[in-house]
Antibody, heavy 123, light 110 residues
Framework: QLQLQESGPGLVKPSETLSLTCTVS??????????WGWIRQPPGKGLEWIGS???????YYNPSLKSRVTISVDTSKNQFSLKLSSVTAADTAVYYC???????????????WGQGTLVTVSS | QSALTQPRSVSGSPGQSVTISCTGT?????????VSWYQQHPGKAPKLMIY???KRPSGVPDRFSGSKSGNTASLTISGLQAEDEADYYC??????????FGTGTKVTVL
């Protein structure tokens, strides 16, 4: 079964770019069987879908974050990444990477999750 | 794209049943049969409990069931157990390949 692990800086300064990587094991990120996504959770608050990517490079973003988000795939390292620009304190959250099965009819649920990584935005 | 509305908390005694509602619009919950539910214990990653409104992944007890009527989806936990105490989130497809989560519900076992 798939295993996902987030990595990246735990502290980012305001106005800078948050960068996180998710390493996938137990399966190939180039597989047509999955979409790869990011979800975040501010401390004490609910979950927010950030966006998803397919191995082909097709990306789908939350409209409220779309202007600041970039998700990409590195097939050589079996990883996918998140970049969130111009961060503020409101972007402080636990960031999760997760997989969503691909198929027909479409499947819209997240079955495997990373453990999450806390990113704090502060000077 | 607004968060789906869930009650802040629900509670029940061991063995009882509790139901959590998840209210959206015709653009998300009401428009598609793509509602999923996640259980989250403190400090842990969410765990998939229900998908496609009412389907259970392998390994999820049949005490957990899901349904939908109009713009509102529901998760019912029957035979409540101590380990069911957790936060629960619904999630729905919202069109244009996007997803939206609910506000979350804390389930307390009395």
């Amino acid at each position: 079964q798939l295993q996902l692990q987030e990595s990246g800086p735990g502290l980012v300064k305001p106005s800078e770019t948050l960068s996180l990587t998710c390493t996938v094991s137990g399966g190939s990120i180039s597989s047509s069987s999955y979409y790869w996504g990011w979800i975040r959770q501010p401390p004490g608050k609910g979950l927010e879908w950030i966006g998803s990517i397919y191995y082909s490079g097709s990306t789908y973003y939350n409209p409220s974050l779309k202007s600041r988000v970039t998700i990409s795939v590195d097939t050589s390292k079996n990883q996918f990444s998140l970049k969130l620009s111009s961060v503020t304190a409101a972007d402080t959250a636990v960031y999760y990477c997760a997989s969503r099965p691909a198929g027909l009819p479409p499947l819209y649920y997240f079955d495997y999750w990373g453990q999450g990584t806390l990113v704090t935005v502060s000077s | 794209q607004s968060a789906l509305t869930q009650p802040r908390s629900v509670s029940g005694s061991p063995g009882q049943s509790v139901t959590i509602s998840c209210t959206g619009t015709s653009s998300d919950v009401g428009g598609y049969n793509y509602v999923s539910w996640y259980q989250q214990h403190p400090g842990k990653a969410p765990k998939l409990m229900i998908y496609d409104v009412s389907k259970r992944p392998s390994g999820v007890p049949d005490r957990f069931s899901g349904s939908k009527s109009g713009n509102t989806a529901s998760l019912t936990i029957s035979g409540l157990q101590a380990e069911d105490e957790a936060d629960y989130y619904c999630c729905s497809y919202a069109g244009s390949y996007t997803s939206v989560f609910g506000t979350g519900t804390k389930v307390t076992v009395l």
